[in-house]
């Protein structure tokens, strides 16, 4: 990730599906393939990037350490 920020990589593109739909901006930073139905996908995200950080830092978190997410949809 930080090797592809450096070299100033972006997963911003225009979407034609967006710009089909009538989107009035049809640029996005979609994530790809996410097994977790539709209304689950934030919930698998967040864990997904939670066990990232936690696997990138080394080590291991104190049973009672959680995790706060917020969200403006839901």
Same mark, same amino acid.
Do not use: H, K, N, Y
């Given at each position: @990730?930080w090797? !592809?920020?450096?070299?100033? /990589?972006?997963? @911003? *593109?225009?979407?034609?599906?967006? /710009?089909?739909?009538?989107? *009035?901006?049809?640029?996005?930073? *979609?994530?790809? /393939?996410?097994?977790?139905?539709? *209304? !689950? !996908?934030? !919930?698998?995200? &967040?864990?997904?990037?939670?066990?990232?950080?936690?696997?990138?830092?080394?080590? &291991?978190?104190?049973? /009672?350490?959680?995790?706060?997410?917020?969200?403006?949809?839901?």
């Amino acid at each position: @990730l930080w090797s !592809r920020l450096a070299a100033g /990589e972006t997963a @911003l *593109r225009s979407w034609p599906d967006l /710009e089909a739909a009538g989107f *009035r901006v049809p640029i996005a930073c *979609r994530v790809g /393939e996410l097994a977790a139905p539709a *209304r !689950r !996908r934030g !919930r698998a995200m &967040t864990i997904r990037a939670a066990a990232q950080a936690l696997a990138e830092a080394g080590g &291991t978190p104190p049973l /009672e350490t959680g995790v706060f997410v917020g969200s403006t949809i839901g």
